[in-house]
């Protein structure tokens, strides 16, 4: 029991044998939480303070721990602005005064301010917490009043009281809480103290050889890199999908979660598509008008046509169906939250500029998806056509005005202009958008029903929108014409074998695609034909477009038109000198390549040379010192006749030739080595190779520098240590099939210089383990992969068996090398396609086999 006497503040404590105890511990409690307990003469704690004193204790200590803030702050803006620890009567003489607050007040407001922090700004608790803005006032205020003491007579305190303060200081006053207020909303729950500033992610910095890396900083490069490192075990294509529309929706990074096809429409006043976009944090949903990009990186129609013609995502299975996601646009989105959402968007920008410059690791820690919003709005601000109100029309923003209650944010033709600047178009009050046509009139030698046989190819569809007829349909045709339009520059920047390239190409050689009057064109040339017919189409109306809107709003000036006209054709003569200036760029880079091949292929002759030459001395030498007595050879037995191996001939002596009785007999012939039936003639035959394992061979080939860049693994050069090259290349195919990229990049001698030892060792474990998984998947198995060896050939046997499952399921005719591996998924989606498509008739297989001569002919 414990009783205070709130009289005298005493502490009353029965001293009794069961509580005595915890009445010391208690009392010792209390005595630490008031901090400054009274200490008596011999300067121990006096228990017995009054009430008064104690509170009167703790509200200075609250008070003396603001002003070591304070003073701190002050300390570190001194320090980091260059100045003396202590102001001086000098430096405040004039305006100097105004001036050191006002400098003040900038630093604190540019960065948030932990609330409990150390001489380094970073926080000293686990609290995320910033300094409230009446606090950060309230510490100006005390600085204030230091300068005051420092000089008593200024002028800006003559007459005034000690409460009093200048008028300048009235008047920012207000401001300074209102920004710090502000940043303080914008900094909530999305900074992170120790961690440097989010930077802008440009669209395009025209970043050049030797330039710092952060000009290589930007959407460019993201988009690019991840388009060149696609395939088809990855989801690189979707994700740049993602970037893209993000940075084309100036929006937050988690918000593209939320996008449906049944928001979608097509507006056909301003021939735009409408995509609804839906807002987190506000509850709100406006317009969001799309219009087509030069840029083929920047294209909404392109990298959406990608992924729809990629990643099927205009395809959704019965189980997507069922959960309601036949209308999302991104279905693998719904299980995560949006938070989640934005990490991710925020990784994939990271991977995406790794490798883009050397020494640029240190500065993409410095981009995240909120990056992604900072550098469309800045790109905006740039622009010298663009106002606030077209800005905010497309970001989502509110102009903080009462027009904002009376407009109408579902109308796609307020965020149309912002649409216009982002995509580089000269005239961004345009009042139609132009889109590349597959179906245009003067695509007079695209054949129609080849075209059409080839959008049919690219794209699987069963939402009922993007069917023929659908309300949809047209977003189809658009971005198949911006495949193809964009489909040579695709082809430079990232490379002929980029998966949207490859998978376009197979899509073509699928459709059959022909061109009127050359029909002994290869699908490929084909391709860039229509690519070269959509363009220059494309071009012609846009320039008509921007024609017509200058004219137009000039009341048709005549003069003005010439003006566009010329203007149109200049930016064209610019457009085409860059493209001539990339072209002959790649080709620069082809010729340094190929002339590195060569030096290569140099280097192996004359190594080859050497070692033919040294092998020929040999020979001369066995020759010239071997016995010229043929030694005699017994007879062949009946089983020897018969293709039997000759036993090597037992020697004769020199001395007995002539003299056929000095001649020893010979012993019997060995028994004959019966063959195994039961094995196969392949793997009898590489009997060399029964015990090697994958591991050893991709480690010794990978020593041997038989890995280069650009090129499949299962066509390198396969050393003479394995007998059995075909089953070898087994495993390769498997291996680039499954093989993490950045492990398949350590196998390449150039990767490795300046890793650790052991790198290439941890790099070959982690592939060969991905394989031997990938396998036990095609198998269909719930085994392990440490549930079978590693050995080449019974991993070369189990490939093969599945490429044979592969030829037989989809009746394909190549060879069981050539067949590609896919998953098993796909194999079976592919074998029920196959088995409801109709049957074809006596006649198509007769045009079918006319077709084949003639393209053998051809060759």
């Given amino acids: 029991l414990l009783v205070l006497s709130t009289s005298q503040a005493k502490y009353v404590i029965p001293f009794t044998p069961i509580y005595e105890s915890c009445c010391d511990l208690l009392l010792l409690i209390i005595i630490t939480m008031s901090s400054d307990g009274k200490k008596n003469e011999q300067g121990t704690v006096n228990p017995y303070a009054k009430a008064s004193n104690v509170s009167a204790n703790l509200q200075a200590g609250n008070t003396q721990k603001v002003d ?4 701190r702050l002050w300390s570190i803006f001194r320090r980091e602005t260059c100045l003396p620890a202590d102001a001086t009567k000098e430096e405040l003489e004039g305006s100097g005064a105004e001036c050191t607050i006002m400098e003040l007040a900038q630093f604190v407001l540019k960065q948030p301010i932990p609330i409990h922090f150390n001489d380094d700004l970073q926080p000293t608790s686990e609290s995320n917490r910033c300094i409230t803005a009446t606090v950060l006032a309230g510490y100006i205020g005390k600085y204030l009043k230091y300068l005051r003491k420092i000089d008593p007579d200024h002028p800006d305190w003559i007459g005034k009281k000690e409460n009093e303060y200048p008028s300048w200081w009235t008047e920012i006053r207000p401001k300074i809480i209102d920004r710090a207020q502000n940043n303080q909303i914008k900094w909530q729950g999305t900074f992170s103290f120790g961690v440097p500033g989010t930077r802008a992610l440009y669209l395009d910095l025209d970043a050049h050889d030797g330039d710092h890396p952060l000009k290589y900083c930007d959407l460019k490069h993201v988009i690019m890199a991840l388009v060149k490192e696609a395939k088809p075990s990855n989801k690189n294509i979707e994700m740049a999908a993602k970037i893209m529309m993000t940075y084309d929706s ?13 928001d979608w429409s097509f507006d056909y006043m301003t021939y735009v598509l409408d995509t609804k976009w839906s807002e987190t944090k506000t509850c709100d949903k406006y317009a969001m008008p799309r219009v087509p990009d030069k840029r083929w990186w920047f294209c909404f129609f392109y990298l959406m046509g990608a992924y729809f013609m990629c990643g099927n995502g205009l395809y959704r299975t019965e189980a997507q169906k069922s959960n309601g996601f036949e209308h999302t646009v991104f279905p ?11 990490t991710l968007l925020g990784s994939w920008i990271k991977k ?8 640029i690791e240190e500065f993409t820690k410095m981009f995240t998806a909120k990056s992604l919003r900072i550098g469309a ?3 905006l601000a740039l622009h010298a056509m663009i106002t606030l109100f077209n800005a905010c029309a497309r970001s989502g923003h509110d102009t903080n005005t009462s027009l904002d209650s009376y407009l109408d944010r579902s109308n796609p033709i307020y965020g149309l202009p912002a649409a216009y600047a982002l995509h580089g178009y000269k005239h961004i009050r345009a009042k139609k958008a132009v889109f590349p046509k597959i179906n245009a009139r003067s695509l007079g030698n695209v054949n129609k029903e080849s075209m059409e046989r080839l959008v049919d190819a690219m794209f699987e569809i069963n939402i009922p929108e993007f069917l023929k007829g659908g309300t949809l349909r047209s977003v189809v045709d658009i971005c198949a014409a911006s495949l193809i339009l964009h489909y040579p520059k695709v082809c430079r920047d990232c490379g002929p074998t980029n998966q949207i390239a490859s998978k376009l190409e197979d899509c073509a050689e699928k459709a059959k695609i022909v061109y009127a009057g050359k029909p002994l064109l290869s699908h490929i040339d084909v391709l860039k034909l229509y690519s070269a017919e959509i363009k220059k189409q494309f071009d012609e109306d846009v320039k008509k477009s921007e024609m017509g809107d200058v004219a137009e709003g000039e009341n ?18 610019k457009e085409n000198e860059q493209q001539l200036m990339d072209e002959l760029n790649m080709y620069k880079q082809a010729y340094e390549k190929v002339k590195q091949e060569n030096e290569q292929l140099k280097k192996d002759y004359y190594q080859k040379d050497a070692m033919l030459k040294q092998a020929n001395s040999k020979l001369n030498f066995l020759r010239e010192n071997s016995s010229p007595v043929r030694p005699l050879k017994r007879p062949r037995t009946n089983d020897e006749a018969e293709g039997g191996d000759d036993d090597v001939d037992t020697p004769v002596s020199t001395d007995d030739v002539g003299s056929n009785e000095n001649v020893a007999e010979r012993p019997p012939p060995p028994a004959k080595k019966q063959r195994n039936t039961n094995r196969s003639d392949s793997i009898n035959s590489s009997t060399g190779d029964a015990n090697k394992t994958l591991t050893w061979a991709l480690t010794l080939m990978a020593d041997g520098n038989l890995f280069h860049r650009d090129q499949k693994l299962d066509i390198a050069t396969i050393p003479n240590d394995i007998s059995n090259k075909s089953k070898m290349r087994h495993c390769l ?9 950045s492990d398949i990049e350590k196998l390449y001698s150039e990767e490795r210089v300046g890793q650790k030892i052991g790198t290439l060792t941890e790099a070959v474990s982690r592939l060969v383990t991905a394989a031997m998984d990938k396998l036990h998947e095609f198998e269909g198995t719930t085994e392990g992969a440490s549930a079978h060896t590693e050995k080449i050939l019974g991993l070369a046997k189990r490939i093969s068996d599945y490429r044979n499952k592969i030829k037989k399921d989809l009746s394909m005719a190549e060879s069981v090398g050539q067949v590609p591996l896919m998953e098993l998924s796909e194999l079976n989606r592919r074998k029920e396609e196959a088995a409801n498509a109709p049957k074809p008739t006596a006649l198509d297989k007769f045009f079918r086999r006319s077709s084949k001569d003639s393209s053998n002919n051809d060759k």
């Fill in 352 to 359: 995406g500029l790794a490798g883009a410059a050397e020494g």
């Fill in 556 to 573: 048709g000036s005549i003069e003005l038109l010439q003006i566009a006209e010329i203007s149109s054709d200049v930016k064209e003569i």
């Fill in 332 to 342: 693998d989105l719904q299980k995560v939250s949006d938070n989640y959402v934005t």
């Fill in 250 to 262: 100036v929006a937050r990074g988690g918000e593209v979660k939320f996008q449906k096809f049944s």
């Fill in 68 to 71: 070591d803030s304070a003073h």
């Fill in 733 to 741: 195919t498997l291996i680039d099939f499954a093989g993490d990229p």
């Fill in 377 to 379: 709005v800045n790109e």
